[in-house]
């Protein structure tokens, strides 16, 4: 089910053929993974993507690390706070279910919820000559979504608030 739903996830970033720099990527990646152990652990590599697993208990604040662009699914409802680094903030609730895109960025994250918050960052490293070749046609990308709003877990398709972060 998990898998179906990252399936899906995966699969709409490989439409989006967004390109980041793979030197400053692999950095970005690395720092939240050291600076925050306690809530991003890597779950998936290859040359195209990281998928990373994020996990803030309730109430749990990170220091300032940085991430490339990619997709956050959020896979629990939640209530955030991000502050950049120059100290601007913006509250943010989430869907469960819901995808965001962000730029990369400079943040640390607070959970103002009294609740455990998950979610799944697919960061996108490079677009892939196949990708293209490979990206599935809208037809069956929305086939695809379909399919995953039979399962508990709502599809990317079916969030009305799925829009990008930009820190104000």
């Known amino acids: 089910m998990r898998a179906r739903f990252l399936h899906t996830a995966i699969l709409s970033i ?4 967004l390109i980041t720099s793979a030197p400053a990527f692999a950095e970005d990646v690395k720092d939240a993974l050291k600076a925050e152990p306690a809530h991003y652990k890597l779950a998936f590599e290859n040359d195209a993507v990281a998928v990373i ?3 803030y ?4 604040k990170s220091k300032l690390h940085s991430h490339p662009g990619g997709v956050v699914v959020a896979l629990t409802a939640g209530h955030l706070r991000f ?6 903030t913006r509250e943010v609730q989430t869907l469960r279910g819901e995808a965001r895109w962000f730029p ?3 943040h640390s994250v ?30 069956e990308t ?8 039979k399962s508990p877990i709502p599809s990317l398709g079916t969030s009305t608030r799925a829009s990008t972060l930009v820190h104000k």
């Open 14 to 17: 490989a439409m989006l053929g």
């Open 83 to 88: 502050t950049d680094e120059d100290g601007k």
């Open 104 to 106: 990369p960025l400079k």
């Open 142 to 149: 929305h086939a695809a979504i379909s399919a995953a709003d």
């Open 57 to 60: 208990g309730p109430h749990e």
């Open 110 to 139: 607070e959970n103002l919820g009294n609740t455990p918050y998950d979610g799944i960052y697919i960061a996108v490293k490079q677009a892939h000559k196949s990708a293209s070749a490979a990206a599935p046609s809208q037809q």
């Open 53 to 55: 697993d994020v996990h």
